[in-house]
């Protein structure tokens, strides 16, 4: 994929081109989110760091308990087409997960590409001490990125299918349902640092959970503002 040099974006939208630097690491401070408990906001950081031509390692983390771990590898088809494949184990205090996400990118020209491509997710949660059955998620991947003169802008739709989930009879559950996430990222390249602005919106109006069998209503929507810096050594 395109040479974008900001290892917040979403995994899929880099390729080994972003990764001209062997190692890349990022900061980055959720400022607005309509669903944030208690007004808590997350901050994350990690690290990207080449193994070859073509691999790379992923080290991130965050203030909320989230411990991730991955590894991309990209298979160059020609000089327009190029197919990343990414694997991830992830971790927070009271669940786990694993993601594995398959993209084809094509570059039109030097400054604008195009990708598509699925992904997979498998996690367990424990919701108040009781464990929680596994939860399966399907996705549709798209997107776009442009850059010129310093400048990048991304976006990319992601569209989820997820199997919900049952920790038992009067306990917590929640409906199969379907989720719409639109992410755009606004950045500027300055010397080796790169300062970012992410806006993502959530959209979902087709689950609900419930908690002994009553309704806790459905889930909330979500538009979530962060602010970034990464730097490449």
Excluded: C
């Amino acid at each position: 994929m395109k040479k974008l040099n900001l290892i917040a974006l979403p995994l899929t939208l880099l390729s080994s081109a972003a990764f001209a630097t062997s190692t890349q690491v990022y900061i980055e401070q959720n400022v607005a989110s309509n669903a944030a408990d208690n007004g808590v906001y997350t901050t994350e950081a990690g690290a990207l760091i080449d193994t070859s031509e073509n691999g790379q390692v992923y080290i991130g983390f965050d203030d909320q308990g989230w411990l991730a771990a991955g590894y991309g590898h990209d298979f160059h088809i020609s000089e327009s087409f190029t197919f990343n494949l990414y694997g991830e184990l992830g971790k927070w205090d009271n669940g786990e997960e694993l993601l594995i996400e398959g993209i084809i990118d094509y570059q039109v020209n030097d400054n604008f590409n195009v990708f598509s491509g699925l992904g997979y997710n498998q996690s367990g949660q424990v919701l108040e001490n009781v464990s929680d059955g596994t939860i399966n998620t399907n996705k549709f991947i798209a997107g776009a990125g442009y850059s010129l003169a310093g400048w990048d802008l991304a976006y990319q739709y992601t569209h989820e299918n997820r199997d919900g989930s049952n920790v038992g009879d009067h306990l917590v559950d929640q409906d199969d349902y379907r989720t719409n996430e639109h992410e755009v990222v606004l950045s500027k390249s300055i010397d080796d640092w790169t300062p970012y602005v992410k806006y993502t919106y959530f959209n979902t109006n087709e689950g609900d959970l419930y908690l002994n069998g009553q309704s806790m209503g459905p889930i909330d929507n979500d538009s979530i503002i962060t602010l970034g810096l990464s730097y490449d050594f």
